[in-house]
Nanobody
Framework: QVQLVETGGGLVQAGGSLRLSCAAS????????MAWFRQAPGKEREFVSS????????LYADSVKGRFTISRDNAKNMVYLQMNMLKPEDTAVYYC????????????WGQGTQVTVSS
């Protein structure tokens, strides 16, 4: 059974940085794509970034390009989201997600971690 556990959220001032971590377990993820999504109060969940576990190919939402960096540590089964130059509009619950490469929808989700950016 796939388990995704996010850590690293918190309260930070605008312009600051946070690193989110996602511990993945339950299977071999070499043929999976891992992603970060976020959901702000009153808004729909939105895509933030994704990475192919095996090849490292990355994608970013336009709103975070140049500020956020996704990475993975294959040996530790960890996925990270380094968030720099944070803005109040980055405030949201951030979720780690996983899907098989050939599937369209993300099947596995973590419980989320709160990120709050104060102005």
């Amino acid at each position: 059974q796939v388990q995704l556990v996010e850590t690293g959220g918190g309260l930070v001032q605008a312009g600051g940085s946070l690193r989110l971590s996602c511990a993945a377990s339950g299977r071999t993820f070499s043929n999976y794509r891992m992603a970060w999504f976020r959901q702000a109060p009153g808004k729909e969940r939105e895509f933030v970034s994704s990475i192919h576990w095996g090849g490292g190919n990355t994608l970013y939402a336009d709103s975070v390009k140049g500020r956020f960096t996704i990475s993975r540590d294959n040996a530790k089964n960890m996925v990270y989201l380094q968030m720099n130059m944070l803005k109040p509009e980055d405030t949201a619950v951030y979720y780690c997600a996983a899907r098989r490469v050939l599937e369209r929808d993300y099947s596995y989700w973590g419980q989320g971690t709160q990120v709050t950016v104060s102005s």
